[in-house]
């Protein structure tokens, strides 16, 4: 009968730690890149529907590559259209390998990292559109598996 109880708290314990620990994401999309060669001329797209204006959240990347990536970084150009209409054009630079030439990120073959952008509270209400398009001069891009964008709350900081 003990050794039930403690299986099952134990269960318990891992599943309440595996929660606690896990990020808690208002948004997150992952796209694949078919074929794993993705070209410059097709986009990533993501649509957000914001509604708080107030929050502050962290931004990012997660990205999955694999050995056929032959780059020790990779530099993404993230276009983003506001509900008003305006588009924001940003270029970012995600270090995919240390200077040694080992990969950052966890896995085997398959390798996932992600990758903070920064952090940002959305001026307005309403859809923002993000297109993120790879800036590598290889067309088509190999070694890249999936690109994904995500978004957590930073928790007890309201904008002010």
Not at 59 to 77: D, K, P, S, V, W
Not at 81 to 92: A, E, M, R, W, Y
Request: proline letters at 4%.
């Amino acid at each position: 009968m003990f050794k039930n109880i403690s299986i099952s708290g134990g269960f318990a314990f891992l599943l309440l730690f595996l929660v606690a620990c896990s990020d808690e994401y208002v948004f997150y999309d992952n796209k694949t890149i078919p074929d794993e060669k993705w070209r410059a001329g097709n986009p990533l797209t993501f649509v957000l529907n914001i509604t708080d204006t107030t929050t502050k959240y962290n931004i990012g990347f997660n990205l999955r590559y694999n050995e056929n990536y032959a780059y020790q970084n990779l530099y993404l150009f993230l276009k983003t259209s506001l509900p008003n209409g305006k588009q924001i054009v940003d270029t970012v630079s995600c270090d995919l390998f240390k200077p040694d030439g080992k990969p950052l990120g966890k896995g085997n073959r398959i390798k996932e990292w992600n990758v903070s952008y920064g952090t940002l509270v959305f001026p307005m209400q309403g859809k923002y559109t993000m297109k993120v398009i790879h800036a590598m001069r290889t067309d088509p891009l190999t070694g890249i598996n999936s690109v994904g964008l995500f978004l957590s709350e930073i928790k007890n900081n309201k904008n002010n």
